[in-house]
Nanobody, 125 residues
Framework: QVQLVESGGGLVQTGGSLRLSCEAS????????IGWFRQAPGKEREFVAT???????YYADSVKGRFTISRDNVKNMVNLQMNDLKPDDTAVYYC???????????????????WGQGTQVTVSS
């Protein structure tokens, strides 16, 4: 069982930046894939970014070039640096992880077993 706790959400103006963090505790493995999804009101949960097996970063096209996912192995945390934020980025952001993913499955939220409680990000226009 892995526990994931997010922090760092908030309100920011268009063009601003926020940094989300996800602290992982419990049993994690070297092959653990951990990343971020988001869900806006009335919409499906969508993939944002992930570190496949803790090493290789993948991004949704909508955030590529603006968001950066990184891992702090000392603190056992994964961070999401979000720059040039847009109103369409407004959503609840969830940290998600799983130890058994293959590359073709990383973009679907149904394949992740471990989830945080979510943190709200609001971008005002």
């Amino acid at each position: 069982q892995v526990q994931l706790v997010e922090s760092g959400g908030g309100l920011v103006q268009t063009g601003g930046s926020l940094r989300l963090s996800c602290e992982a505790s419990g049993r994690t493995y070297n092959q653990y894939t951990i990343g971020w999804f988001r869900q806006a009101p009335g919409k499906e949960r969508e993939f944002v970014a992930t570190l496949f097996r803790g090493r290789t970063a993948y991004y949704a096209d909508s955030v590529k070039g603006r968001f950066t996912i990184s891992r702090d192995n000392v603190k056992n945390m994964v961070n999401l640096q979000m720059n040039d934020l847009k109103p369409d980025d407004t959503a609840v952001y969830y940290c998600a992880g799983d130890s058994g993913l293959i590359l073709s499955s990383i973009r679907s939220h149904v394949n992740y077993d471990d989830w945080g409680q979510g943190t709200q990000v609001t971008v005002s226009s």
